[in-house]
């Protein structure tokens, strides 16, 4: 008897996606706000604050797209082609930044040059992530199992929103993970602009909360038909609950608690994501069982993973154990 494992695999993917977009988020988050500050000493202070733990937080990303590829290939396969162009300017932005971490400090270097790869590097990988996560929450036209759309179908009002909405989400994640790792001007500083990011991303919630409804009899449904309105309820009064805590959090100067609302509020905004679109991997027409592949090749994978997965969970636990407290100029990635 073939065991059911497609909604673990959902589960393990969902669990990867989420990872990626808390950790590698901030650390994104960072460099954006990099742009904004010209101290050169405080600059220093924010690559530091991220250098040591910004290359496995993007483990994650390659869970999640190894996974999609190797268990759900029908949807690997229907999503590429639309979002091939985002998916490669993202990698392009997360390679420059990357070898800025690397050469900006090297003997010779330019580093107003590495510096501008740092931020825009971000900036750039940033915005097309949302581009790509708007993308799939318009869906994807299909005819029979293949994608029925052009390249450039990302070229549209909603993606372009999402994109923007990420840059303000990361940026609030990296000003309350500065708020945290920091001390003195730095740090009130960070403050301040997680205040401003606090707001725009509440715009940004409500706006794409209305819109997708709006665009979606189906997603209308799932929310707002009895019982699942009362089901569902939770999830907007938490969100609310979750701003003012970070807000209030902020003022009261307390340091750890206003990144993990940050947190929290991706976690709610992910969370509505899934009730939106369960079960489809490539909504609106291919469910989850519609992609998987067969079932003994599920089978294969799980066992790699049930290794694979709790070395990466320990590895990531262990790396911030290690590299907790405040970023200091005098002990470093390069030190």
């Known amino acids: 008897m073939n065991l059911d494992l497609v909604p673990l695999w959902a589960a393990i993917l969902s669990l990867a996606v989420l990872m990626y977009v808390l950790l590698d988020g901030f650390d994104l988050g960072v460099g954006i706000l990099f742009a904004l500050r010209r101290n050169e000493h405080d600059r220093d202070l924010m690559v530091g604050s991220v250098a040591p733990i910004w290359d496995f937080n993007e483990t994650w ?11 759900f290939p029908l949807a690997f396969a229907v999503i590429m082609p639309a979002v091939y162009f985002p998916i490669l300017v993202m990698l392009l932005g997360l390679i420059f930044r990357g070898v800025a971490f690397e050469f900006r400090d090297a003997p010779g270097a ?5 510096n501008a790869a740092f931020a825009y590097g971000s900036l750039v990988a940033t915005y097309a992530q949302g581009v790509v996560l708007g993308n799939f929450i318009m ?11 052009t390249s450039w179908d990302w070229i549209a009002p909603f993606p372009l929103l999402t994109g923007l909405g990420l840059v303000v989400g990361y940026m609030l994640l990296g000003a309350t993970w500065l708020y945290m790792k920091t001390q003195g001007d730095l740090q009130q500083w960070a403050r301040d602009k997680a205040r401003w990011c606090l707001f725009g991303i509440l715009l940004f919630i409500v706006m794409i909360s209305v819109w997708t409804p709006l665009k979606d009899a189906r997603i209308a449904e799932r929310w707002f038909s009895m019982p699942n309105l009362f089901f569902f309820a939770p999830v907007p009064i938490l969100t609310a609950a979750i701003a003012w805590l970070l807000w209030d959090s902020l003022r009261r100067g307390r340091e750890v608690l206003p990144f993990l609302c940050a947190m929290g509020l991706f976690f709610l905004a992910y969370t509505g994501l899934i009730i939106s679109l369960w ?7 291919i469910t989850l069982w519609d992609a998987a592949t067969a079932p003994i090749s599920q089978q294969f994978l799980i066992i790699g993973t049930m290794f694979l997965l709790p070395v990466i969970l320990l590895y990531v636990f262990w790396s911030y154990w290690v590299f907790r407290g405040k970023v200091r100029s005098d002990i470093g990635y390069h030190h």
């Not at 990303?61 to 268990?71: D, E, K, S, T």
């Open 61 to 71: 990303l390659i869970l999640g797209g190894g996974g999609l590829l190797a268990v």
């Open 110 to 114: 330019k580093k107003s040059v590495w």
């Open 139 to 149: 869906g994807f036209p299909v005819s029979g199992r293949a994608f029925s759309g």
């Open 279 to 285: 079960p489809y991997v490539a909504p609106p027409s």
